[in-house]
């Protein structure tokens, strides 16, 4: 599987940013991508996901409400629309994704353990105050 991440970027709080990660190469129908982050010196909190069987979405508290997933098949891509952003959503923000099938429950517990198989790049998201 590979998986390309784009979109990050600078952005002054309270501003928008959309990520993008374009997958290929599932051997399976069902999956998950999901994003995932890191700031410097933290560890890393699984984000948000998206199952492929029916669509099922996953966002941690700290993003609940301001942050949107989404996918469009037929480009084979995720997007992350974040918007409302603070200088605590600074961090890499990495694209990632787990074959098999997953609903509701089971993708929040692969999201929160970000134990995903397949990673792509990270890309940086810079939030000032």
């Known amino acids: 599987v590979q998986l390309q991440a784009s979109g990050g970027g600078l952005v002054q709080a309270g501003g928008s940013l959309r990520l993008s990660c374009t997958a290929s190469g599932f051997t399976s129908n069902y999956y998950v991508i999901g994003w995932v982050r890191q700031a410097p010196g933290k560890e890393r909190e699984g984000v948000s996901s998206i199952t492929s069987s029916d669509g099922s979405t996953y966002y941690a508290d700290s993003v609940k409400g301001r942050f949107t997933i989404s996918r469009d098949d037929a480009k084979n891509t995720v997007y992350l629309q974040m918007n409302s952003l603070k200088p605590e959503d600074t961090a890499v923000y990495y694209c990632?994704?787990?074959?098999?099938?997953?609903?509701?429950?089971?993708?929040?517990?692969?999201?929160?353990?970000?134990?995903?198989?397949?990673w792509g790049q990270g890309t940086l998201v810079t939030v000032s105050s």
């Open positions: 990632a994704s787990e074959q098999g099938l997953y609903y509701s429950g089971s993708v929040a517990s692969l999201t929160r353990s970000a134990e995903f198989t397949s």
